[in-house]
């Protein structure tokens, strides 16, 4: 699976953003996509991932009630729809792939560049 995001940009404290993720290869369906970001001197941690289905989604405390991640899986893209965007989520947002059955997430995209002013 290649995968390539989209949607960073530069954006006021209360704004919003989508980003999107676009998955190459036929077995896009079966992975579970992910959203991690990776602030400046700080580690990659995880935001958001969702089933195949759609049918499970998790988020990290910080985000819940503003994010959202969904797929179209007939177009292969994931997305992650941020809302009242504060300056603490200013990152580089990576999308990720991993089987089901295996917790390590295999495939990452290149990174998006989010800035949140205040």
């Known amino acids: 699976v290649q995968l390539q995001a989209s949607g960073g940009g530069l954006v006021q404290a209360g704004g919003s953003l989508r980003l999107s993720c676009s998955g190459s290869g036929r077995t896009f369906t079966t992975y579970v996509m992910g959203w991690f970001r990776q602030a400046p001197g700080k580690e990659r941690e995880f935001v958001a991932s969702?089933?195949?289905?759609?049918?499970?989604?998790l988020y990290t405390d910080s985000v819940k009630s503003r994010f959202t991640i969904s797929r179209d899986n007939a177009k292969s893209t994931v997305y992650l729809q941020m809302n009242s965007l504060k300056p603490k989520d200013t990152a580089v947002y990576y999308c990720?792939?991993?089987?089901?059955?295996?917790?390590?997430?295999?495939?990452w995209g290149q990174g998006t560049q989010v800035t949140v002013s205040s």
């Open positions: 969702i089933t195949w289905s759609n049918v499970t989604t």
């Open positions: 990720a792939a991993r089987l089901p059955t295996i917790s390590t997430w295999d495939y």
